[in-house]
Nanobody
């Protein structure tokens, strides 16, 4: 149906930068909101940033001013530029998308949320 593939995670020193990317593929008609979530061990999964199809953005309080989310509607991709990284940013980062896609019948459209497999971001000296 729909797949989300993430890339760009890794190990970085405090104060450094990383750029995460996510590409959606499948029988997609359109994508409403795309976003990034993160989850550290023993903690809940929290919103990092989201962006609507029109380009409106939202950010979690802990990343405002440091992270920037963007998307390319033609390519069905979303990116997260992470600057001034802190050890507290260490987590598994997940891509999320609200997708309108083709159902089993070519005449039907369905809408649902899809998740990427997650990519590890570690901020440490």
């Amino acid at each position: 149906q729909v797949q989300l593939v993430e890339s760009g995670g890794g190990l970085v020193q405090p104060g450094g930068s990383l750029r995460l990317s996510c590409a959606a593929s499948g029988n997609i008609f359109s994508i409403y909101t795309m976003g990034w979530y993160r989850q550290a061990p023993g903690k809940q999964r929290d919103l990092v940033a989201s962006i609507s199809s029109g380009g409106s953005t939202s950010y979690g309080d802990s990343v405002k001013g440091r992270f920037t989310i963007s998307r390319d509607n033609a390519k069905n991709t979303v990116s997260l530029q992470m600057n001034s990284l802190k050890p507290e940013d260490t987590a598994v980062y997940y891509c999320n998308a609200d997708v309108v896609y083709r159902g089993d019948s070519r005449y039907l459209r369905e809408r649902g949320l899809f998740w990427g497999q997650g990519t590890q971001v570690t901020v440490s000296s």
